[in-house]
């Protein structure tokens, strides 16, 4: 190598690793992610959980993969990349989970974002009953951001949310299992023609709330924004914005991604949001 190659300065990427299940139909899961982190300009990694037969009309086989694969994927990024932030998905069983969160302390990542995936848009099982303690018991505590829709904080906290308050106080609860922060979104909650999202962040032991309005979009475009939305608040971490900052801005993107995606058409069931050129439009409107 010459010398000029050896003094060279190199360009830094923000690089984001993503461990989520393979999604064949390419709306959610690690295809959704990897769009996302392009999308914020970021380097994104994989380390792939399950492969899912899916398109738009629901998912028709889980395959999950062996746990030395995980591992092996898991040893080799992790030991070379150093990661800005981890954006974590599907993950299906007790035994992936603990694995995960064996290697996220060896390593020492740092900005996890949770998206705790349970079910699919057609309530296919994406993570299998006896998981879900396990999930709280060893990632939460480990988790900088936990990003759960309506149903998935329901089935977390077992029991019903029917209101604005009851969203408030499950953010709240949830955060008092390990997360240093929560967001419950709030797009299945029935409030008119608006989508209020909740976030309720730890420090010092005390506990602030945050709400985002944004205009609900009625569209049946709708497959992968629970997935996007995790992978941009984790595209955001990477690039050096705080939780806040993090939070507003996915807020933005995934609102911009459903309406763009209300124009197109792909397959013939719950269509994918669209991931291009969003940033771009965002910038425009600010």
Known sequence: MSTMQNSKKFKA?????????SDSGGGAGIQ???????EFKCYGASVITAVTSQNTMGVFNIHEIPQSSIESQLDCVLRDIDFDSIKIGMLFSNEIIKIVAKKLIEYKCKNIVLDPVILSKNKTQLLKNDAYKTLINNLFPLTE??????PEAEILLSRNIQSLYDIEKAA?????????????KGGHF??????????AISSENKVTVFWLESEKFFTNNSHG?????????????????NRVESFKEAKKFISKSILQGSYYKIGHGIGPICHFGITTKIRKTI
């Not at 990427?13 to 299940?21: F, N, R």
């Not at 959704?32 to 392009?38: E, V």
């Not at 029935?190 to 976030?199: Q, W």
Request: hydrophobic share 45%; with cysteine.
């Open 13 to 21: 990427y923000s690089k984001v690793l993503s461990i989520a299940g």
């Open 32 to 38: 959704a992610d990897l769009k996302t982190f392009h």
């Open 145 to 150: 951001i936990l990003t759960p829709n309506l």
């Open 172 to 184: 709240i609860d949830l955060l008092s299992l390990g997360p240093q922060a929560v967001v419950v």
């Open 190 to 199: 029935s409030n008119g023609n608006k989508c209020s999202d909740c976030m």
């Open 225 to 241: 924004t629970g997935c996007t939305f995790s992978a941009a608040f984790a595209a955001n971490l990477a690039i050096g914005l």
